[in-house]
């Protein structure tokens, strides 16, 4: 990314929601702050449930003009009129689902902390990659995505790359210079007021 250019956000949902409320406090959100896309990323694999959030998120998220994708499931993203799908097996299935939902659908790939993952994603056809953790949790094997892992990327590859997982203030400053989105999601949604964090977050974005 040139020198002048800030990252994005790529706002994450909870993994699990509230019908009843989420799509307002999305909503509050996505109107108080510039947001490139929305990740539908729930934790259940119930397909009525899923459904249920899909159009209840995909109505508020296209009369705002952003872009929604959803975590792995493919089939739901084309049958429910998402934009596309965010693909949770590194470049395994890149490009039959690059196949299977056409070119103009948004697809990325979580490699976790590979490159190679993350370049084989890219040449399949992959949108963009996202790479993480990138703050310590204790969720996952502790295998983090460093700073060198980031900057590697920004050098040489031109596909768009995300940093996301355990992010706050000091780490986004750091790789802000080499990211072109921020993977947020738990880290604003645990906060009584999500819009006033994401905000205190996006501060910390410099180029």
Not at 3 to 18: A, C, F
Not at 45 to 70: F, G, P, Y
Request: aromatic content about 6%.
């Amino acid at each position: 990314m040139s020198d002048i250019e800030l990252p994005q956000i790529y706002l994450i949902t909870p993994p699990e929601i509230e019908l009843s409320s989420f799509p307002d406090q999305l909503a509050a959100v996505l109107d108080t702050a510039d947001i490139a896309c929305v990740r539908l990323a729930l934790a259940t694999r119930d397909e009525d449930r899923l459904s249920r959030a899909a159009d209840a998120l995909r109505e508020v998220t296209h009369a705002r003009d952003v872009a929604i994708v959803i975590d792995a499931h493919v089939i739901l993203a084309e049958r429910l009129g998402l934009d596309g799908v965010h693909l949770t097996d590194g470049a395994r299935s890149v490009a039959k689902t690059r196949k299977d939902l056409g070119k103009d659908a948004i697809v990325g790939a979580f490699c976790s902390a590979s490159s190679h993952e993350g370049m084989s994603a890219a040449e399949n056809g992959a949108d963009y990659v996202s790479f993480g953790p990138v703050g310590a949790t204790p969720l996952g094997d502790g295998t983090l995505a460093e700073q060198d892992l980031f900057e590697w990327w920004s050098q040489m590859i031109e596909v768009p790359v995300v940093a996301e997982g355990a992010l706050d203030v000091d780490i986004i400053a750091k790789l802000s210079p080499f990211t072109d989105f921020f993977g947020i999601g738990e880290e604003i949604w645990r906060t009584d007021d999500p819009a006033s964090k994401l905000k205190d977050l996006q501060a910390a974005f410099s180029a």
